[in-house]
């Protein structure tokens, strides 16, 4: 069983930064991919941000020279760093591995963009 635990969400000012950390039960050195997903009140949840265990990253369109994820192999932990926010940004936040044909997701982190 893997376990994803997100935190680093809150309420920041547009222009704003924030990072937020999700922490696996497990070695994150076997999750083959980590991604961060984000769901908007009466939206559908999209991808944000993914990375694989080789370094291969990809982004949404939306968030590429903004958000920056990575992986700390030691602490199993992968980051979602926010910077330059926009309130478009505000979601829910999802931290999600895959191992094999399985996929596992955290509980979320609410990220508010507001003035």
């Known amino acids: 069983q893997v376990q994803l635990v997100e935190s680093g969400g809150g309420l920041v000012q547009p222009g704003g930064s924030l990072r937020l950390a999700c922490a696996a039960s497990?070695?994150?050195?076997?999750?083959?991919?980590m991604g961060w997903y984000r769901q908007a009140p009466g939206k559908q949840r999209w991808l944000v941000a993914t990375m694989t265990s080789g370094g291969s990253t990809n982004y949404a369109d939306s968030v590429k020279g903004r958000f920056t994820i990575s992986r700390d192999n030691a602490k199993n932990t992968v980051y979602l760093q926010m910077n330059s926010l926009k309130p478009e940004d505000t979601a829910v936040y999802y931290c999600?591995?895959?191992?094999?044909?399985?996929?596992?997701w955290g509980q979320g982190t609410q990220v508010t963009v507001s003035s």
């Open positions: 999600k591995g895959g191992i094999g044909l399985s996929d596992y």
């Open positions: 497990g070695s994150i050195g076997s999750i083959h991919v």
